[in-house]
């Protein structure tokens, strides 16, 4: 196949979609020519789109080498390391296109995503009332919104949102997930308003336009094959594998459940580094039947594991989390919310590593699940009350298991006794880690971190006590939940 030819194959499958062709395509081009620009180009947008922003990175790095004034790269580089919360380099990138393209719409609104971001909306609502960005432009009115809604300038938010729903180019069906985007942060402002009626109709409203097919018997069945072949006898230290001198930290609990607040205070400690949401485990998960060239699926794949195929997955891990960055010194703490399906896998390839499992009220936990944006590819399973409480009757059921299978050591977290006694159950969270007490962990929300999660609006301020028995506005609405 000639260069031209891979090359219009390759823009064909990225504009379809396809990324799995895309990938093998691009993966076969930089084997042949690794700088090639088109090919790293794509599998920087690939790896970002996956959540592997240090893949991404590294790809990007080559076009950048070869073409440093290239836009498109440019943006794409601003984009990984704003998926890495790294908002000072995204700002410097920034200007870096701004030096060579001053008239450029799409830097100012980057721009002003990235400061609101990092919890500075007043400067962000300045960049977007620039005349340079058009009015009526939606991606301006998203971050407009929600720099309202920081500010605590909720009727003014609505206003932005109603305007752009009103918006001719959100009526296609292409457009149904920026829909979505704009009805979540209306949802938002009405629950901080108490209009609770309205917040719940926008929220149900917003997952009726980004639902996907949800099967809650393969949910159960998942969970059971995972509690059958996870038991403690296949959970044990093989013999020949050595464990890494590396700490580690696995915090597992349901979505909203206080995993953010546990990490923030963990990474708040000089010795503490947060990984945040690191995606690697599950990549080794959904790769582990190829990888191990086994005619079983995952979960029960992990059963054949070799002393040697761990230490390989396990170094893999690491090296991975080296590779952005993250400080190879201190202790590693993983907040992934997919990490209580892994904790077999984890314990497999860490066996040196603590958990910490977060519990909050079913009620308030399920309440937030329903009202937050959360990936419908990765959580399709939060996009009903019905399904949320499913969930957590299988969050419950994988909690009693690994606390009777899993030979590592853990700590339960209860949300509200970190609201109620921060300082008591902070020292407890930093003894059990096995750090020295740092009075950082206590101030947690002025690390000057930038939060890449759902709760990162939240976790940038101090404790406080409104999210306890907020499912009260909304008993009406909650069903199965109340029975939790």
């Not at 409480?389 to 298991?401: C, F, K, P, T």
């Not at 006794?417 to 880690?433: C, H, K, T, Y």
């Amino acid at each position: 196949m000639s260069q031209n030819t891979s090359e219009a194959q390759l823009e064909s499958f990225m504009k379809a979609g396809d990324l799995g062709r895309a990938l093998q395509l691009a993966t076969a081009m930089t084997g042949q020519d690794p700088a090639h620009h088109s090919a790293n180009m794509a599998l920087a947008k690939i790896r970002l789109m996956q959540g592997l922003s240090s893949d991404a990175q590294i790809a990007v790095e080559k076009v950048l080498g070869s073409t440093p004034d290239n836009e498109e790269a440019m943006f794409l580089m601003v984009g990984i390391l704003a998926a890495r919360g790294h908002t000072a380099q995204g700002l410097e990138w920034c200007d870096r296109i701004h030096s060579i393209n001053p008239d450029s719409v799409r830097c100012q609104i980057r721009k002003a995503q990235l400061l609101e971001r990092d919890g500075k909306s007043s400067k962000a609502l300045e960049l977007l009332d620039q005349p340079i960005v058009p009015a009526g432009d939606l991606e301006a009115g998203l971050i407009n919104a929600r720099c309202l809604i920081a500010l605590k300038r909720y009727e003014e938010a609505i206003k932005v949102v109603d305007e752009c729903l009103a918006s001719w180019s959100l009526t296609g069906s292409a457009s149904t997930d920026r829909r979505a985007r704009f009805l979540y942060l209306r949802v938002k402002a009405n629950d901080l308003l108490g209009r609770y009626d309205d917040a719940f109709a926008d929220a149900k409203a917003a997952k009726q336009y980004t639902q996907i097919p949800f099967d809650p018997k393969a949910y159960v069945s998942e969970i059971d094959q995972i509690i059958q072949t996870f038991t403690r006898d296949k959970l044990e230290p093989l013999p020949g594998f050595e464990a890494s001198e590396h700490r580690h930290l696995f915090i597992a609990g349901m979505p909203r459940s206080g995993t953010t607040l546990v990490e923030q205070i963990l990474d708040a400690h000089p010795e503490g580094t947060g990984v945040g949401e690191a995606k690697e485990i599950h990549v080794i998960a959904a790769r582990l039947q190829q990888t191990l060239g086994s005619w079983v699926p995952w979960p029960g794949c992990a059963a054949s594991m070799t002393a040697q195929q761990r230490q390989q997955l396990s170094g893999s891990y690491e090296q991975a989390l080296i590779g952005y960055g993250f400080d190879s010194n201190g202790l590693f703490v993983n907040k992934n919310l997919l990490n209580l399906k892994f904790l077999g896998l984890i314990a497999m390839l860490f066996p040196g590593s603590k958990v910490v499992f977060t519990h909050r009220d079913p009620r308030d936990t399920g309440l937030s699940c329903f009202l937050g944006n959360f990936s419908t590819r990765v959580h399709p399973e939060l996009q009903s009350i019905e399904h949320i409480s499913l969930a957590v009757e299988q969050n419950r059921r994988l909690i009693d298991h690994w606390k009777s299978e899993l030979p590592l050591e853990w700590m339960d977290v209860e949300y509200a006794d970190m609201i109620n006694d921060q300082d008591r159950v902070s020292r407890s969270l930093v003894e059990f880690a096995g750090l020295p007490w740092d009075d950082r962990c206590l101030a947690f929300y002025d690390s000057g971190r930038t939060v890449m999660t759902l709760s990162y609006d939240q976790v940038n301020k101090p404790i406080y006590s409104s999210s306890l028995g907020r499912y009260r506005n909304y008993e009406s609405h909650l069903g199965p939940l109340l029975a939790d």
